[in-house]
């Protein structure tokens, strides 16, 4: 598969290339320069497939030819080994919804699933080479747990790990600090996720400073998140075996529910794609009114979505714009310039077609963690409470999805909160929470955390 950017289309990278890159040389994201099909006869022979088999088929023609089907199936096989369920995911009914559990992995988010494959993907890479691979991330919690969890003590990597200082929960951010080796160094910004975002694009915009440690990048960014996420919405579907299905997804960097929105594009036959947000709801603003405009971020019960640059949205952005990689990049001028950007009417309606969007406060949020808790003893995280907020609010015809993004255990003072509950602990984190907390405090300042890592890129 070759790839092109967001920004433009005349770019042509191989799979290896945009994995190593993660952001694309003009600040454009990486779109795929052919999508298969699955016809609704192919999507039946895939209902007989366990998980790792329907991953290679669903993903297979993205990665070729850097991954042969056969080395993807070695590769996703041994990422999904640590997952406490065989078929990687679970689905259970909660009264008339269908709830997705994402959370079976090591550290409890649905980012393990795409993490664990990229974590072996760099393992592969590395092998015959013997540079120093720098990966900087950006996260609101889960990522930075998930990204440590597949590259710890890994051959010729340092990870560096960017995090809102005291805006993560307290069992997030022990399960980052506590968990690493010594190629991992987390950071605790002094401001929000939207920071941390910025400061990591903007290294990758440096091209001296990107080449000098040789930069890479795991953040939904990253295309490869994106399509080892593809394969929940397809393995979902085919176990429910309705007509038509729709999907709820708690979001914040837009990264998860494209994911579901390739899967529709592939051929799956999604009604739409309910967004999720909490008070932070720049994607609830821009679906439902055409404007594109980050505010301050607010702090919510859901961190992991306190975010107000949704950056995957501009992987959107290309095909409601019709392809038209110039006017992306006018849009994305337009957002640095003054702030925001408008989409007209009939782009408005492209995306309602696909998708639906709501905005969920903390008080709802709250509410549903507590009725659900009531009604079926069962406990759902605050994050995955939004989606189930949300897919009740918009009215559709067939039956939904939810994805379940965290295990309610990550967010324990808020669940007790909501329930007078305390939750189990997960067998998961038996060891490793008692361990010494690693981490600095810096700065919100580009140059502070270049400096901070050119001090350290050489040592591993
Ligand atoms: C990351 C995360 C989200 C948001 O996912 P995006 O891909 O950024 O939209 C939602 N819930 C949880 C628990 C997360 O960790």
Known sequence: MKYFSTRNKKLDFDFKQIFQRSLAPDGGLFLPKKINKFSAKDLKQLEKLNYIDLAVAVIASFCEPTFNKKELKILIRKSYKKFKKKNVVNLVSINKDILLELYHGPTLAFKDIAMQCIGNIYEEFNKDNNEITNIVVATSGDTGAAAISALSDRKNINLFILHPYNK???????????????NIYNIAINGSFDDCQKIVKQMFADNLFRQTINMSGVNSINWARIIFQIVYYFYSFLRMKH?????????????????????????????????????????????????YKPTKVKTSLSPSMDIQISSNFERLLFYVLKSNDSEVKKLMHNLEIKGYFKLNKNQKKIIQKDFAAFKVTNKETKKTIKKIYKKNNFFVDPHTATGFHAANKIK??????????????KFLETMIKATGKKIKKPSQLSKLMARKEKYNVLSNNTNIIKKYILEKHYEN
């Open 168 to 182: 993560i929960s307290k069992i997030q951010r022990k399960i980052m600090t506590t968990i690493g080796g010594k």
């Open 243 to 291: 007509k038509k299905i729709n999907f709820s997804v708690p979001t914040g960097n837009f990264g998860d529910i494209y994911a579901g929105y390739m899967a529709k594009k592939m051929g799956l036959p999604i009604e739409k794609l309910i967004v999720a947000t909490n008070e932070n709801d720049i994607l609830q603003r821009v679906i439902n009114k055409g404007i």
């Open 396 to 409: 559709t015809k067939y039956p939904c999805i939810i994805l379940g993004t965290a295990h309610p255990y």
